[in-house]
């Protein structure tokens, strides 16, 4: 037998052997030693264009609190029929983690109080507020899920909820050749099924950054284990921050004898400088696509800017300090085609104290603010013209 016959024969087959062998063991001891309460793994799946997005089915913990996301990558312990009933009006609500809801109980989070406020509003109407929204998105991607799952979900109305950070990463919605298509796939497939996937993830990327000692496979590596941490067990939801309580409320008033002395100035140079920021434009072009396709009457379209004024650092209150130049730049850019609301307003009624994680990922108190600025705006100067309009409603 000759020597290449019996590398290909005999050695070959004995490696592959020894490496299935060994990775079977692996995901045995993962399986063992995994956390029932964690659910499935596979939160998130690869997406040829968006990057990722979340598993339909998916049963398990993400920042703190448990989650499921239904057959429709909603998240919703509900389940839809994508026919509707002649008196329905739906809503989708696109997002990222803010609007998602990272770290807040399900119920608590303001797609859903929005929908509570809606039926107590009309109750005549079937109000249906899918909350569509994926940790870690931006605009153009949430330009290319509307894209995706418009025309199957047919919305009467899409709230694109803004978070701050949704400015960065931006790029252009181009369609995914089969390859990277095929490789998402199975990609997808081994973060769903394979419970040792996170295990790969984390060697791979602590070996390429032990090997190259570069300052960009350490962020890598550090990432993947805030991710990991991100699906731990770690009942956050018995908070007692979580609760909705009686808070107060400021009156317009007290709101503009607001003074924070030690509080930060307004600054003239800010927002020339976001708008030269290297990113900036790409946000722009995905903004705009959202208002062409309002445009074209595809979609009705209206922005939420989930915006919070800074805590003065010395009293109980919001303050503005410069900030609400940046709140007017957002509002003058998604409102230029599309109805724009903001949250900053309603934060500065109300007390820092009562409000948790107002100004990141907001939860309890904060979510009912939040709801409360949509539901005004939209009640007010939206949903009058569209339920009139849509059949039966």
């Known amino acids: 037998m000759s020597g290449l016959r019996k590398f290909l024969t005999i050695s070959v087959p004995a490696v592959f052997v020894a490496v299935l062998l060994v990775a079977c063991a692996i995901e045995l001891w993962v399986r063992a030693a995994w956390d029932e309460r964690k ?61 998602f809801g990272h770290g807040s109980l399900y119920a608590h989070t303001y797609p859903y109080l929005l929908e509570q406020r809606l039926k107590a509003w009309r109750p005549d109407v079937d109000w249906q507020v899918w909350n569509a929204a994926v940790p870690g998105y931006n605009t153009s991607q ?10 199957r979900f047919k919305p009467d109305l899409v709230v694109v909820g803004f978070f701050w950070n949704d400015l960065i990463g931006n790029q252009p919605v181009r369609p995914a050749s089969r390859l990277w ?135 109980d209150v919001f303050y503005d300090g410069g900030s609400k130049a940046i709140d007017d730049l957002y509002l003058r850019v998604l409102g230029e085609e599309t109805p724009a ?5 309603a934060f500065l009624h109300v007390r820092p104290s009562q409000m948790p994680n107002a100004t990141g990922h907001s939860i309890g108190n904060s979510n009912v603010v939040k ?14 013209h569209l339920t009139r309009a849509a059949s039966g409603v």
Request: glycine share 8%; aromatic share 12%.
């Open 142 to 151: 949430e330009l290319a899920q509307l894209v995706e799952v418009g025309d």
């Open 371 to 384: 709801a409360d600025a949509l539901f005004d705006f939209l009640r007010d100067r939206v949903l009058p």
């Open 341 to 345: 609301a903001t949250s900053y307003d």
């Open 39 to 99: 659910g499935r793994p596979g939160f998130f799946l690869s997406d040829a264009i968006r990057g990722q997005r979340l598993a339909a089915g998916y049963d398990g913990w993400f920042a703190g609190v448990p989650v499921h996301i239904n057959s429709l990558e909603l998240r919703d312990p509900r389940e839809y029929a994508l026919e509707k009933l002649p008196n329905t009006f739906r809503i989708l609500v696109l997002g990222d983690s803010v609007t």
């Open 181 to 315: 298509s095929a490789a998402v796939y199975a990609s997808s497939f081994a973060r769903r099924f394979l419970y040792s996937f996170e295990f790969y993830k984390r060697v791979y990327l602590t070996a390429r950054w032990r090997l190259s000692g570069a300052k960009e496979d350490r962020l890598r590596a550090e990432h993947a284990e805030g991710d990991e941490a991100l699906l731990a067990v770690n009942d956050a939801g018995a908070l007692p921050q979580q609760k909705l309580t009686p808070f107060d409320r400021l009156t317009d008033d007290e709101v503009r004898h607001i003074t924070c002395v030690y509080g930060m100035k307004p600054n003239p140079a800010t927002v020339p400088a976001m708008q030269r920021d290297a990113g900036y434009p790409r946000w722009i072009e995905a903004v705009r696509g959202f208002q062409r396709l309002q445009r074209e009457g595809r979609y009705r379209i209206v922005f939420f800017v989930n915006d919070t004024p800074p805590v003065c650092p010395d009293g």
